[in-house]
């Protein structure tokens, strides 16, 4: 049986719940618990890649995507189990992708110098 949402929401959360009913019921959300950060989160590694670099997805296959560090962050990577740099990129806009989205992120591990910034 679906539990009753709680009587006191914000506007937003009562639109939500209105459009899609119980699938955003907080009772039946599992999120996983949230990682500890590092014993030593002071002294993390340092980001490989810098504001206003120019980098590319690393390619496995014809196309890929590339464009300019914006931001950054240090969050855990549960694909590698472990904590790691992660890079906004506001995409060139000749990359495949920027027909349909500006921007997007990606772990440092997926992403190198695009060729232009290798060439420098």
């Known amino acids: 049986m679906?539990?009753?949402?709680?009587?006191?929401?914000?506007?937003?959360?009562q639109i939500i719940h209105r459009t899609f009913g119980?699938?955003?019921n907080l009772g039946h959300l599992h999120l996983?618990?949230?990682?500890?950060?590092?014993?030593?989160?002071?002294?993390v590694e340092m980001p490989r890649f810098h504001l206003g670099d120019r980098l590319r997805w690393i390619p496995y296959g014809n196309e890929t995507?590339?464009?300019l560090v914006m931001g950054r962050f240090y969050g855990y990577a549960p694909h590698?189990?472990?904590?790691?740099?992660?890079?906004l990129i506001w995409l060139d806009p000749?990359?495949?992708?920027?027909a349909w989205v500006r921007a997007d992120i990606a772990w440092e591990d997926d992403l190198e110098p695009s060729d232009q910034e290798a060439a420098r």
């Open 32 to 43: 996983p618990s949230a990682p500890d950060l590092p014993a030593a989160f002071l002294q």
């Open 22 to 24: 119980c699938a955003l």
């Open 94 to 98: 000749a990359s495949p992708s920027a």
């Open 65 to 67: 995507d590339w464009g």
């Open 80 to 87: 590698s189990r472990r904590w790691q740099w992660r890079y």
């Open 2 to 13: 679906a539990q009753s949402f709680p009587r006191k929401r914000s506007r937003p959360l």
